[in-house]
């Protein structure tokens, strides 16, 4: 985060330096060095072998791989549905409907959230059906977003992961776990849509 934080002020200051800075303001690179530095200020330097720094890295590697499929999945989805012309059809015939663009883009993502069960998916995916809205509608495409990210929340049940997370960690039945953990999802996406609807009125 310092890094990247260095580099996008660094051009901002200086645009000149932009083509220099390039490379080593990409977040593969950044990461790579975060990574570099890691393995030395946690691993070597504590007196760990090669050998074990790069075991814990593969254990680290095994429990976030389902979240980077799930993630490359959902923006896959969206890509296909963006380079297809799916999404601006989509927009358009949206667009068309008597509702709110803000209204629109929350009960999009809580339909994916609801059939899907993954937030990632939800938000991801709706982002690329509604994203047309931005220029059909004028809406602000950051209240868009924040509508979009409050859908994305409704309704977390069975087929969401956190949901199954949430009830062992709490040793919860089903029915606690739905009358906590999804009625708080819910509560959450709720007032999220009605604030943007609020800040709304004194945006754009």
Known sequence: MLLLGAFTLA????????PRLAFFSNPLVVMLASYLVAIFTLGLSRGQTLPQV???????????APILLIIAGAGGLKQVMTESGV????????????????????????????????ATVAGVTAAGVVAPLAQTSGVDPNLLVLAVG???LMFSHVNDSAFWMFKEYFGLSLKDTFRSWTLMETLVGTFGILFVLILSLFVG
């Open 150 to 152: 409050a859908g994305s």
């Open 54 to 64: 790069m075991g814990s890295a593969q254990e680290a590697l095994r429990e976030i």
């Open 87 to 118: 999404s601006a059809q989509l927009g358009a015939q949206l667009a068309s409907l008597p509702v709110p663009p803000l209204v629109l883009a929350w009960a999009v993502a809580t339909l994916i959230r609801v059939c899907l069960g993954s």
């Open 11 to 18: 051009t901002m200051l200086r645009p000149e330096l932009a």
